[in-house]
């Protein structure tokens, strides 16, 4: 579901979402986010990578997790950068202007 | 067939002793000539040496393999070699004989033979009436009307050869009969029981008796006449399921009698089912049912679809919705089914258009149609992989890279309405509608939950939507990726479209 990656060299820390992220996985993402969050010092990074090329879709329970995961890494002088591929996730991304809020980097890759 | 003239005379008294008639050649050329003469079928065994001048025994046996399956060979080898052997059974032989022969051997082997070529011809008579009584039937199982033909689109797979579900389709007086039928089983006796009912029903119609009484009546035949029949005769009772649907097109009204099968549904300019009957037990369970008929005015209905149950049955393997196997089967008719796994039952399904000036492909078709219960919430992620089969199944080429679009707005949509229209409870349902419009390549989505709906203007709200986060924002979500947003009954109902540009084609 959800891997987290400390690069350290980098001051970068992965969230690589597995698969499509809605309101039946969210929860655990957010779970398991917050308690990495908690157990780690904020420290280590200075940029968080939420990666979710491999999410086709993101619902509205996801989109609100992500706007919370925005506001949350601001408070904290944390950047954030979302890598996205699917070009339904990209139109939902600028349905809730995100694009505003984080840096967006979209790669279409083919749908399956 | 010896070229041993000593031996051919002891083959030849020898059956003769047995009470064979006998017929001698000295070698392949005269065995052939014989057996053209007089013709293959009228000997009932060959008995042939395997080494001869010229041709051998094994030509011999593939010329006669190649003129009648039937017709029983056996070899005579003067060596024990297995090779040899195995290449006359390869070659058609029901047996062989190694000289010396004696006469119980021989006559043992020969009667053998005959009894084969006998068994053999008797299930090639069998087979060939069969084929014929198939091909009646499949012509008796899909009677339309030439009248109507142009109302009627038909697919229709049968399982067997004979007993398979049937279509009956005629108009009298005025008055359009559609009856799709399943009976029991899948033999012979099943065609019987279909040939039966479509005389009666004929007939009935004929002297204009109601079709939810031609029902009646041959309910009451089935479990009064032939279910104590069967019963006497420890076989299984014979059912039959019936959709029937009758168009009065001077009153404008449909008329839908069912039992035991998939109702009929009705469509509107839409796509959407706008009337669907209940179903009964099948005819042939309870001699008290009575068949009651839903009436419906026919006016805004743009087609009717009816289908067996051997389609929701193959939709249920498929794992999709069975209207989008319906709309696939009716659209590219017999391709799909030959590249797809094998039906587990009979298919037949038929759209019946009132108007025959309606071009179908100018209109919605249903592809999708759900009923959930409000504690189905949980399951949603269940019921969006459904879609997708769903959709990729009846849609794939048509939808461009909308697919994804379309299922957030779906998934958004539908848990609305299961969490808020229904209060997650399993006593309140929302139903799904997808429908397709091939000629403006239009997706058209509804959902409908009986909740109360909002008491403020819904639409206008999410139009002045400054933030895109908190309440509502799946249907903010719906109206930014859709190309048509609609909100009925305060909001109870939702539609919405979408447009699709289908892939060129490879």
Redesign the interface.
């Known amino acids: 579901m959800l891997t987290i990656e400390l690069q350290a060299d980098k001051r970068r820390l992965r969230l690589i979402v597995e698969s499509d992220l809605?309101?039946?996985n969210v929860d655990e993402v957010r779970a398991e986010t917050e308690r990495y969050f908690e157990e780690t010092s904020r420290d280590a990074y200075k940029t968080v990578y939420l990666d979710l090329r491999n999410s086709?879709?993101?619902?509205?329970m996801a989109?609100?997790w992500i706007?919370m995961l925005i506001r949350d890494l601001k408070s904290h002088q944390k950047s954030m950068v979302i890598q996205i591929s699917?070009?339904?996730?990209r139109?939902?991304f600028?349905?809730?202007?995100i694009e505003g809020l984080a840096e967006v980097k979209y790669r279409k890759r083919r749908?399956v | 067939m010896d070229d041993d003239r000593y031996g051919l005379s002891f083959l030849r008294s020898s059956l003769k002793i047995a009470g064979y008639e006998v017929v001698t050649a000295i070698d392949v050329e005269s065995a052939r000539e014989v057996l053209q003469r007089d013709r293959c079928s009228s000997f009932e065994a060959v008995l042939t040496d395997y080494r001869m001048p010229g041709e051998s025994g094994l030509e011999l046996m593939d010329w006669i393999r190649r003129k009648d399956e039937t017709l029983s060979m056996v070899m005579i080898t003067a060596e024990s070699e297995k090779e040899l052997i195995k290449n006359s059974y390869a070659g058609g032989a029901v047996g062989y004989l190694e000289k010396p022969v004696s006469h119980s051997q021989l006559c043992e082997v020969m009667a053998t033979a005959v009894e084969k070529t006998r068994r053999n011809r008797r299930y090639a008579k069998t087979e060939a009436e069969l084929a014929a009584v198939g091909r009646l039937d499949h012509f008796l199982n899909t009677q339309i009307d030439p009248v109507i033909r142009s109302h009627v689109s038909v697919f229709y797979r049968p399982l067997h050869e004979v007993g398979g579900d049937f279509l009956n389709v005629r108009e009298i007086a005025g008055r359009v009969s559609l009856v799709v039928g399943d009976v029991s089983g899948h033999n012979v006796t099943a065609g019987y029981v279909s040939s039966y009912f479509q005389g009666m029903l004929r007939r009935a119609l004929e002297d204009a008796v109601p079709l939810n009484q031609c029902l009646e009546n041959f309910n009451r035949i089935l479990c009064e006449e032939w279910g104590p029949e069967a019963n006497r005769r420890r076989e299984l009772l014979t059912t039959l399921a019936i959709s029937a649907l009758e168009i009065d097109q001077e009153k404008g009204v449909m008329t839908c009698a069912v039992a035991g099968a998939p109702p009929p549904l009705m469509v509107d300019h839409n796509g959407w089912i706008v009337a669907e009957s209940k179903t009964n037990f099948p005819l042939g369970w309870n001699a008290e049912q009575g068949i009651i008929p839903v009436s419906v005015p026919s006016a805004s209905i743009r087609f009717v679809l009816v289908f067996t149950d051997g389609v929701i049955d193959w939709a249920n393997e498929l794992e999709i919705d069975p209207l989008c196997l319906v709309y696939t089967l009716l659209r590219v008719q017999g391709s799909i089914a030959n590249t797809l796994m094998q039906p587990l039952d009979d298919l037949l399904l038929v759209r019946f258009s009132p108007n025959p000036d309606i071009v179908v492909t100018d209109h919605f078709h249903p592809v999708i149609h759900e009923t959930y219960g409000g504690d189905e919430a949980?399951d949603?992620?269940q019921l969006e992989a459904v879609w997708r089969r769903s959709l990729l199944f009846a849609l794939d080429e048509e939808l461009g890279?909308?697919?994804?679009?379309l299922?957030?707005c779906m998934?958004?949509a539908v848990?609305n309405a299961l969490v808020h229209g229904c209060d997650r409870m399993a006593g309140r349902s929302a139903t799904l509608l997808v429908a397709y419009n091939q000629s403006t390549h239009t997706i058209r989505v509804r959902v409908d939950d009986p909740g109360k709906g909002h008491r403020f203007d819904l639409k206008r709200r999410l139009e002045e939507m400054p933030s895109?986060?908190g309440r509502q924002?799946?249907l903010?979500?719906i109206q930014?990726?859709s190309d048509q947003l609609e909100l009925e009954n305060r909001g109870a109902s939702i539609v919405f479209d979408f447009k699709v540009v289908p892939d060129e084609p490879c």
């Open positions: 809605k309101s039946t086709k879709l993101v619902d509205s989109l609100n706007f699917s070009p339904a996730v139109r939902v600028e349905f809730a202007n749908q | 949980d949603i992620d890279d909308r697919l994804f679009d299922l957030i998934r958004e848990l895109s986060t924002l799946g903010g979500m930014h990726l």
